[in-house]
Every structure is written in C-alpha cells, then in structure tokens.
C-alpha cells in the first residue's frame, strides 16, 4: 500500500495497523498523522512499546501512558485506585487517538490490559473504550519478552482479544526508504517470504570478506551478550592509559525507572579510555549525531565530559542526556540521566533494533531465535557495508506463525487497497475531526496553529529545520531516509538542501547529484529557457523558473530532479 492511501485511511478514523518491511516509511506515515491531528486541536496520545522508541516518536511507552507499569494483570481494584490519580484520569479521559509503535514487542496481555483500562476510564464497551487506535511495527522483528515457558503465539500482540476487538484496517507499506543497495533488499525481502535463493545464500557468503577502510573498525553485531561484553572489555584492556568511569543518575518511581533501565541503550556505568570506540544511542539532530553514529574517544572537556571524533572526523563532546517518562501535564514521572554512549567495537542484534549503521560485522553463526539474521541485515543500508562472519540456519528463518500473519496482513491490505474510495474517506475525514471536537474551519485551523507557534516560539528557540536535515545530511542519509525519519516531504527536504548549498558551499553535495542523463537535460532545457526570455520564465536576477524548465522538458522530469540539478548545471 502507498504512504498516501494509508494516511487517508488514518485520516478518516479508522483504527489501523500500519505494517511493512523495515525502512518502509511507517514512522513518516504516522508522523504526519500526528502533525495533521495536533495542527487541528485533535487530543492524540503518541506511545511506543519501548523507552528508546518512544523517546524517537516523541512520546511515552504504553505501559506509562495507560498506567498498567509492570503489572500482568488488573483487576477491579486496581482500576478504581488508578482513577483516583488526577494526571492519569485527565489524559485518558480526554484522548481521542491513541498510537502505539512498535506494537511487535509488546506482549499480548499488556495490549489486553491497554483495552481494559480505556475501557474503564471511557465508561463503555466499545474496543479501546471507542477511541481510534494506531498500531504500528513488523513481526518479523524480535518478539515480545515474556515467560521462558511462552511460545511466541501467547506473546504476539496481534494473538491478544484486544487485536480482534478492534477490527483494524490493515495498511502493509510496501515502499522501500532505508536500503539503497537492491540486492540487500532482495535478501530482506525473500527472509520475510521465507523463500531464500541460492544467489542471495552466495551473496552472503561474499559478504565475508567485505573489505573495509583500514583504519576504521565498524561495530561487531552479536546474538549474545556474553559475545558483546566479552569483546569490549578485551578492546578496552588493550587499551593504554586509565579507565573514566560514568555513573547514570536516576529519580522518581522506582518501577518506572527501572522501565527506563530496561529499555535505555546507555549503561548505569559507563567505563571509557582514551582511544575507546563508541556509539551515540540518542537521536540529537541539533548536536551532529543520530542512534548509531559512530566514533572514537580522543580526550575530556574541561567539564570531564567525553569528546568523541566521528567517522567524518568532526568532533562532538557527549554530555550527559535524561531519558524520561513524562504524564501529559509535562511533569516528570521518572527520569534516566547518563552520557549518550555505549562502547561500540560490539553490540547485540536485540539492542541494534532502530538503528541505521553505515557498516557492521556480524557474527550470526550462534543465533538462537529466528528473526534475529533480518533485524541484523536490516541494520545495514547496502551489501557494502556488511561483513558477515558467518550464519546458521536459524539466522535466515522467521517464525512461523510471524510468517503466516504476515502473509495475511499483506492480502488484508491489498484488499482494502483495491476497494478503497478516496472521495469518500475524505469525507469521512472532516466528520471524523468534528467527532473528535478538533477544528474544521480553515481559518479556525490557521488561527489556532499561528497561536501555538507563537507560544512555543517564546518557550524555546527553535533550531532552523534545515540545519536539523543538515545534521542527516552530515550523516550521509539519502533524501528519502530524511524525509521519513523527520517526517517531511521530500520536496521539503530538497528545499532544504537547496538552501544548505549555499550556505555551506565547501561541503561535498555530490552524493545529492541527479543522474548524468537529467542534468544534461535539465542543462538544456535551462539554455533553451533563458534564451527564450521571457518574463514569466527568467526572473529579475536571470534565473529560470522550476516551472518553465519542467513544461520544456514536456513534464518528464520532477520538480525534485530539477532542483538538485540546477545546483550542479552551468548557469
């Protein structure tokens, strides 16, 4: 299914899980549902699973939001003491729209429960207590933790009552926004249908001796922790010179805290040298670094904090971030403070969930779950940049009731896709949104969202969103991959480039360059345009308009095409 139709399925009020390969672009899809809902005063609740994915949707887990915490059952008594706190009662009462990513690893009785407590606050039977719901992820990632004794088919969400309740629009994403390379797409693609070629075994077995820049050591992913830790300490004794130690501080509830713990990629203590390699596990566009990016430990700030130099060679000091869980007032319910870093030489698949990495090794040879190979493999965005040091069986299997579901999803999806009627979910969408007793009236709608700028511009000064795209760009992230992870247009994000260009006019842009056939033709049709001249199509200053360039190439190429390429053409 396109991005476009699942948003209009959204939009119109459906509850939906939004499903589909890893890089599909579910994030950006639901990004722009949330911005669409909060531009018209439409109470959303935005929560994830886990701490780190909630963290990267801008919102809280689950278990805080609904105030279920670490509990595997609720009974009557719990559900009337839990409607005696204020904050909780406020933000249940009053949500219209709940989303929860990374539904896959969440386990069935905490969704059951999530149905239980809207249930209660609502006053009604309905699924959810009869609000829309969101439900986002991809079962061939790792499944939920649960019981030893459990088999993944009394943990899977999609196996709980709450899931059938709900009677969700399925919308399988079948776009491709994170792999660049077409042959590690493949592989994803035939693991997830359980059907891997012999070519794609011979290309993984090439994978081993990927060759990598010789001074640069990219991370080792292992299914193991005792691999992992075996690794980084050898690397970190081997090391010369001492040990700095990094304590993380915590308050608040201690079980909340200890969710953040759990779900948080910074340890409690955090043990470095000079020489150490490390990785960022926060997204901070506004500092340089994403979940993933690489470097190395080369001395302290005068404030003792670590100074990593990056891959690039640009040069960041780690201080120290807080993970927290917030009630929807803004206040703090528990909090985790520790330097956004984790020693890197090595790292777990199981911890690798969300990450991009440009290069890895990986050591697949003692899986012990299916789904680990595909989270691994899906890390990566190209064969170039994976070593693969060896894999088993399991490695290349997925469970099979994932499988079976999966599967279905697809059918599910390709059905409403077949059937769906834009007109009519459009109007559905206005209904929707005065259901909810969000805003309608354009003008309402502009009024409204001038208000909350203004408001917010005199909380915080806000980072220019084109040097938030620089810090991706810095990063070497495609145009897609940008748009999807802000949550952006790709015509904005080419804006943004547009503008960066000009402002960093030293930096290499030749990865943003159009291919050789369409800058020629853009190059012409610029020379025809302007020697053309007329008003409408040569501005004041000389320059051609997008427009007349994309009329003169009898609309064949996109405004996108044109404007990365008029950044390389000769004026």
């Not at 609720?74 to 005696?84: A, E, G, K, N, P």
């Not at 660049?180 to 794609?200: F, M």
């Not at 697809?410 to 834009?422: A, R």
């Not at 302007?530 to 000389?542: C, E, M, S, T």
Request: charged share 25%.
């Amino acid at each position: 299914m396109k991005q476009s139709t699942a948003l209009h399925l959204l939009k119109a009020g459906k509850s939906v899980f939004l499903t589909g390969s890893a890089g599909a672009g579910k994030t950006y899809v639901l990004n722009q549902y949330i911005q669409y809902l909060k531009e018209r005063k439409v109470p959303v609740a935005v929560t994830a699973s886990t701490g780190i994915a909630a963290t990267h949707m801008n919102g809280m887990t689950i278990h805080a939001w609904s105030g279920i915490g670490v509990r595997t059952q609720l009974s009557h008594s719990d559900l009337v003491f839990m409607q005696t706190k204020k904050y909780l009662r406020e933000k249940l009462e009053v949500a219209k729209v709940l989303i929860i990513d990374e539904i896959s690893m969440l386990h069935k009785t905490q969704l059951d429960m999530v149905n239980q407590v809207l249930k209660f606050f609502k006053g009604n039977n309905y699924p959810f207590g009869g609000i829309q719901v969101i439900f986002s992820g991809d079962f061939f990632q790792l499944p939920p933790i649960g019981l030893r004794t459990e088999a993944n088919r009394e943990k899977f969400a999609f196996m709980s009552k709450a899931w059938v309740e709900a009677k969700l629009a399925i919308c399988y994403l079948s776009e491709q926004h994170r792999q660049e390379g077409g042959e590690l797409n493949q592989i994803l693609n035939e693991i997830r249908s359980n059907t891997i070629s012999a070519a794609s075994l011979e290309l993984l077995k090439k994978a081993e001796n990927t060759p990598f820049q010789a001074d640069w050591e990219p991370p080792m992913l292992y299914s193991h922790n005792h691999d992992v830790n075996r690794t980084n300490n050898q690397y970190l004794r081997d090391l010369e010179g001492k040990i700095t130690t990094f304590e993380a501080t915590t308050k608040g509830n201690k079980k909340l805290v200890d969710l953040l713990k759990n779900s948080v990629r910074a340890e409690e203590q955090v043990y470095l040298k000079i020489g150490a390699k490390v990785m960022f596990v926060k997204n901070n566009y506004e500092q340089g670094y994403i979940n993933g990016t690489l470097g190395k430990v080369v001395g302290y700030s005068p404030e003792g904090f670590p100074r990593i130099e990056l891959n690039d060679g640009k040069t960041l000091i780690a201080e120290p971030n807080e993970w927290s869980i917030e009630d929807d007032m803004g206040k703090s319910l528990a909090a985790y403070k520790q330097i956004p870093i984790r020693l890197a030489w090595a790292i777990t698949v199981h911890k690798s969930q969300g990450m991009t990495l440009d290069c890895a090794k990986v050591d697949l040879s003692r899986t012990f779950e299916k789904g680990q190979g595909y989270v691994a493999l899906s890390r990566l965005k190209n064969l170039d940049g994976l070593q693969l040091a060896g894999f088993n069986a399991t490695a290349l299997q997925v469970d099979s009731l994932a499988f079976k579901a999966d599967k279905r999803f697809q059918e599910l999806s390709l059905e409403i896709e077949e059937k769906v009627d834009l007109a009519a979910l459009e109007k559905r969408a206005l209904n929707f949104i005065k259901h909810c007793g969000g805003l309608t009236d354009p003008e309402d709608i502009e009024r409204y969202n001038k208000q909350r700028k203004e408001k917010k511009g005199k909380k915080e000064k806000k980072t220019p969103t084109h040097l938030i795209t620089k810090g991706l760009v810095d990063q070497n992230w495609s145009i897609q991959q940008i748009a999807a992870e802000r949550g952006l247009t790709e015509s904005t994000i080419t804006g943004h480039i547009v503008k960066l260009y000009d402002l960093f006019p030293t930096f290499d842009w030749s990865a943003y360059r159009p291919p050789a056939d369409v800058l020629s033709r853009v190059q012409k049709a610029y020379a025809e345009v302007l020697a053309d001249n007329k008003p409408d199509n040569v501005r004041p200053d000389g320059s051609v308009s997008s427009k007349a360039l994309y009329t003169a190439m009898n609309q064949e190429v996109g405004y996108t095409a044109i404007k990365l390429a008029l950044l390389f053409v000769h004026k």
